[in-house]
């Protein structure tokens, strides 16, 4: 059973900062891409940011500049690092993967989100 696990939402004020964290656990091949979405009540979730196993990463307009994903294949984790937090960018977050069985079929899953509160 593989599960994705995250951690570091909570609530700063506006111009602060927070880093979201997501583990992938169980038993697979390896994992591709991997990348942060968020929703807000009664809109669609929406991507953040994404990063292949190699490295590279695409950002959303309104993360570019502020927003820096990252992963440490080791650990099978991935990071969001949000700097300049503003209140639009209150939401869950969510984190996405696509990740590889032993048999090498391909799957994706979800997190189970994480609040973010940005207070102005």
């Known amino acids: 059973q593989v599960q994705l696990v995250e951690s570091g939402g909570g609530l700063v004020q506006a111009g602060g900062s927070l880093r979201l964290s997501c583990a992938a656990s169980g038993t697979f091949r390896s994992i591709n891409t991997m990348a942060w979405y968020h929703q807000t009540p009664g809109k669609q979730r929406e991507l953040v940011a994404t990063?292949?196993?190699?490295?590279?990463?695409n950002y959303a307009d309104s993360a570019k500049g502020r927003f820096t994903i990252s992963r440490d294949n080791a650990k099978n984790t991935v990071y969001l690092q949000m700097n300049k937090l503003e209140p639009e960018d209150t939401a869950v977050y969510y984190c996405?993967?696509?990740?590889?069985?032993?048999?090498?079929?391909?799957?994706?899953?979800w997190g189970q989100g994480t609040q973010v509160t940005v207070s102005s």
């Open positions: 990063i292949t196993s190699g490295g590279s990463t």
């Open positions: 996405y993967a696509i990740i590889v069985s032993a048999g090498e079929s391909k799957y994706q899953y």
